[in-house]
């Protein structure tokens, strides 16, 4: 289906008028990567529920993939219960370690309570266009999965380089598509959107991104580089206490004094993010653009959904007038 065969529905005339009936203008919902703050997007979609706007278009990149597929797929509030019912030991079951692999986490556990949930639904099977953004390994292309496997484009999507493995679809290797488009506006306005609504989980670090423009060593700085066994947290700390993978797991949920690798590839990749954002929606704003301030929220505070959810709402029905606005401006 072509971008002009987006079938519109009708807004239903105001009895006591004569007004013709104009036609609702297709609208696309874009939901950004964010990791665990990513469960903000159900209270945006429970809000936009309760005004009665429901979007043609799905888009999501990452979580914002994940939320938006079992949106489209009926299976929100499925989601919801399994987001609230998470607890720090619950995701560190979820874990799967593979030392030696092409990611930290096998996503074996993740994928297969994922089949559970959503079994064999093709994407083109769903009740609106959807979309889930991936990157390819290697050529670095945008991928938009838009038919067959809906939980494989769910994995490939939200699939973290270095912390979860590629997918493989359609012969390419996918990863994250946070790497190369994080708040997909672009790609609602292809599938035909005309009023296009998107929730960016990134725009309230008021501290990202500025220029340190002259900085150097402190006395003492050589002696505090070297690698410590005693590191809070640290992996060389908990091996002889929990063992090897036990110590990642939990090195990958806790927080840590001195920065540990995961903290260190998470971040990296949230600065880089961050930075892409910016130059994207600069270039192709969405109509509305919805900003939960959630910053204070870690990339893998998951068991902090219900906070999240909360989060999303707010933020969402601070601007419904708006949507709806926009829409009556359209029509």
């Given amino acids: 289906m072509s971008a002009v065969d987006v079938v519109t529905k009708a807004v239903a005339p105001n009895r006591n008028s004569n007004v013709a009936k104009h036609p609702r203008p297709s609208i696309g919902l874009v939901l950004g990567s964010g990791a665990a703050r990513g469960f903000a997007h159900i209270g945006v979609i429970h809000a936009l529920m309760s005004r009665d706007i429901v979007p043609d278009i799905i888009v999501g990149t990452s979580i914002g993939a994940l939320v938006g597929g079992c949106y489209a797929n009926n299976q929100i509030d499925v989601l919801e219960a399994w987001a609230r019912s998470l607890t720090v030991r619950r995701i560190i079951g979820y874990l799967d370690v593979r030392l030696g692999g092409s990611g930290l986490i096998s ?4 994928a297969a309570r994922l089949e559970e949930s959503i079994g064999k639904t093709l994407i083109e099977q769903l009740p609106v266009r959807f979309a889930a953004i991936a990157t390819e ?46 708040v997909p506006v672009s790609v609602a306005r292809a599938f035909g959107a005309r009023i296009v609504v998107a929730v960016n989980l990134n725009a309230d670090r008021f501290d990202r ?36 993978e036990r110590a990642l797991k939990r090195q990958i949920i806790a927080g840590t004094t001195r920065p540990g690798f995961s903290t260190v590839m998470i971040e ?64």
């Fill in 107 to 110: 996503g074996g556990r993740l």
């Fill in 137 to 182: 390994v290697g050529t670095g292309h945008e991928v938009w999965l838009a038919r067959g496997s809906l939980s494989l484009a769910l994995r490939a999507s939200y699939a973290l380089p270095g912390i979860f493995p590629p997918v493989s679809l359609g012969g390419r290797w996918l990863v994250d598509g946070a790497l190369v488009n994080p």
């Fill in 209 to 244: 991104g500025a220029t340190i423009a002259s900085h150097g060593s402190d006395p003492g700085d050589e002696k505090s580089d070297e690698p410590s066994g005693k590191t809070r947290n640290g992996f060389l700390g908990l091996r002889g206490i929990f063992g090897a």
């Fill in 268 to 331: 990296s990749f949230n600065i880089m993010q961050d930075r892409l954002t910016r130059m994207r929606l600069a270039g192709d704003p969405p109509d509305v653009h919805i900003t939960p301030r959630i910053g204070h929220l870690g990339w893998l505070d998951f068991h902090r959904a219900a906070e999240a959810i909360d989060i999303g709402r707010a933020a969402t029905e601070k601007a419904l007038d708006s949507i709806s606005e926009s829409i009556a401006e359209v029509s």
